[in-house]
């Protein structure tokens, strides 16, 4: 996992500088810097409008009584989004663009979800409903159990909850 992250801080950023190279070659300097402007301010806009109708669904699951489960997970994402769009280039602009479009976004979250729930690290799906696998409510109890037979001398007397 380290070695993932290091290769990403060192990656990322000498990929944009290779596609800054590019685009600059093709369409100028001072227009791929209005490019890059222009992508994290209609960026920025689209975040704030799916932010806030992400917001309204999660205040109405909890109305609704139900875990925003899938609101939350649509938050992060936004989250993700926001980061990947206001950092300057184009791949983290494209990578933050597809986090915004919802289609896009549910297959990514099933993806993640389908990781976790093999890892064993997730135990519902994100429609709050419980995982297979899991008791009904998605609640796992561990515990030990002994049976009891009717001819057991150490079973319980049958007249337990009888008043004396």
């Known amino acids: 996992m380290t070695l993932l992250i290091f290769l990403a801080l060192l990656g990322v950023p000498l990929i944009e500088i290779g596609v800054f190279i590019e685009v600059g070659g093709y369409i ?3 227009m791929t810097l209005a490019l890059i ?9 689209l975040l704030r409008h799916q932010g806030m109708a992400t917001l309204a669904r999660a205040r109405a699951s909890v109305a609704r009584g139900r875990v925003p489960v899938r609101e939350v997970a649509d938050g992060f994402c936004l989250l993700v989004a926001g980061a990947l769009l206001l950092t300057p280039g184009f791949v983290t602009d ?3 663009g597809l986090l915004l479009i919802p289609p896009a976004r549910r297959l990514i979250l099933q993806w993640v979800l389908r990781r976790m729930m093999a890892a064993g690290r997730v135990t519902t799906s994100l429609q709050g409903r419980p995982a297979r696998g899991s008791g009904e409510d998605g ?6 159990y002994t049976e009891l037979h009717d001819d057991d001398a150490s079973a319980p007397s049958r007249d337990w909850g009888k008043p004396r």
């Open 28 to 30: 100028g300097l001072w």
């Open 139 to 144: 609640s796992v109890i561990e515990g030990e």
């Open 37 to 45: 402007v222009a992508t994290a301010l209609a960026g920025t806009a």
């Open 94 to 96: 494209a990578a933050g």
